[in-house]
């Protein structure tokens, strides 16, 4: 999700990124409070000072949106849920889950600590402020008092994906103890609310107002792209709870003897069979495997002399799993290793293939045959 992002530091085990979308937000976020808010609620204030409160604005939000996602890492630690880390991106920050939480009640918990997180860092900014005789610091600390409680409002409206969406999954998820439905319903809530939220930034747009338009229609689809990506995750969880690798793979995959002159490879595999990546074997072992682009780095007088065996320590590197694997699991290493395919094999041995497609295939097959025994059932 986050392809450019820079780590900054760990915080009890967490590690803690910036994805350099952020740059953008507190860009906006320093500017809007230097030239409007500050200038507006501070009489004579110096444009050095509200520059440097413009940016202390953006640094505090920083911190807080850490905290919030904080709150929510360490309870999903606690039920024993593994947090790859905490990310800040432009539409905010989020705690990276490596999976769905096990039950309701840990959904709930995790759900419902960062608003509850921001909520206390309002209080606790709201107290410091009327404390602080300095004019400008205590304008500090009420715009954090009041960012910190829109944060946690805004979360809590029940729309998925924000935790007001995931404590309703939650309450869903209990009541009718069924994963897959609660799901669905708070992903069309989600939905529902994001094209809310673009319908809201059309209406800014020709109101005359660009700035709020734009951010809310963006904030919109990134609603809706979330939530249909949790459903399409949940689809896959439900579809394939049960499924090891060695059900769905291509059994006995088109491999090429590890001996292959580089010449034969192309004309009678890359060319005849149309695929880009074909496993190598010697025997019945696997060795590794050979891709169009291994092939592409070798200078073609080479190919006559060059086999299939001398590419491999040039080829990239494949992941290879068991057929005894679970589909998620291998699913999860595809993401890991940014690949569609993944060899599998057992004591050295190939056994098969799994592709990106394959799976694909075997869930729309299996969702329009549950669509039909519905229908049936209807019927």
């Given at each position: 999700m986050f392809s450019n992002r820079i780590e900054l530091?760990?915080?009890?085990?967490?590690?803690?990124?910036?994805?350099?979308?952020w740059i953008i937000l507190a860009v906006l976020i320093t500017w809007s409070l230097a030239t409007g808010y500050f200038p507006r609620i501070i009489d004579g204030v110096s444009p050095v000072a509200a520059w440097w409160l413009g940016a202390a604005g953006a640094v505090g939000l920083f911190a807080s949106i850490i905290l919030h996602e904080f709150a929510h890492s360490w309870i999903a630690r606690q039920f024993d849920m593994p947090i790859r880390g905490i990310t800040l991106f432009i539409f905010g920050g989020v705690a990276e889950m490596e999976d769905e939480p096990p039950s309701a009640r840990a959904e709930f918990f995790m759900a419902i600590a960062?608003?509850?997180?921001?909520?206390?860092?309002?209080?606790?900014?709201?107290?410091?402020?009327?404390?602080?005789?300095?004019?400008?610091?205590?304008?500090?600390?009420?715009?954090?008092?009041t960012i910190n409680t829109m944060l946690a409002t805004f979360n809590l409206i029940p729309a998925f994906p924000l935790d007001g969406g995931r404590v309703f999954r939650a309450a869903l998820w209990w009541k009718t103890n069924d994963y897959a439905k609660a799901t669905r319903i708070a992903a069309s809530l989600g939905r529902f609310f994001g094209m809310v939220l673009i319908m809201s930034g059309v209406l800014?747009?020709?109101a005359g107002n660009p700035i709020a338009g734009i951010w809310q229609g963006l904030i919109g689809f990134f609603i809706i792209a979330v939530a249909n990506s949790s459903e399409f995750q949940m689809t896959l969880k439900t579809g394939f709870e049960d499924k090891t690798v060695g059900q769905i793979m291509v059994r006995d995959p088109v491999s090429i003897p590890a001996d292959t002159p580089l010449e034969d490879v192309i004309e009678d595999y890359?060319?005849?069979?149309?695929?880009?990546?074909?496993?190598?074997?010697?025997?019945?072992?696997?060795?590794?495997?050979?891709?169009?682009?291994?092939?592409g780095r070798i200078a073609r007088e080479e190919w006559a002399q060059k086999t299939a065996g001398d590419v491999l320590p040039t080829a990239g590197k494949i992941g290879t799993v068991t057929p005894e694997t679970p589909v998620m699991e291998a699913l999860k290493r595809m993401r890991e290793?940014?690949?569609?395919?993944?060899?599998?094999?057992k004591n050295g041995e190939l056994r098969g293939m799994l592709t990106l497609r394959d799976i694909m295939s075997y869930l729309t097959i299996r969702q329009e045959l549950n669509a039909s025994g519905r229908q049936h059932r209807s019927a």
């Open positions: 530091f760990s915080i009890l085990g967490f590690r803690v990124s910036v994805d350099l979308s960062g608003p509850l997180m921001s909520y206390a860092l309002a209080l606790l900014f709201y107290g410091l402020s009327g404390l602080l005789p300095v004019e400008m610091l205590a304008a500090l600390l009420t715009y954090l008092a800014s747009l020709v890359f060319y005849r069979r149309h695929h880009r990546v074909f496993p190598v074997v010697r025997g019945s072992t696997l060795l590794g495997c050979i891709r169009v682009e291994d092939v290793l940014e690949t569609s395919r993944l060899m599998v094999a």
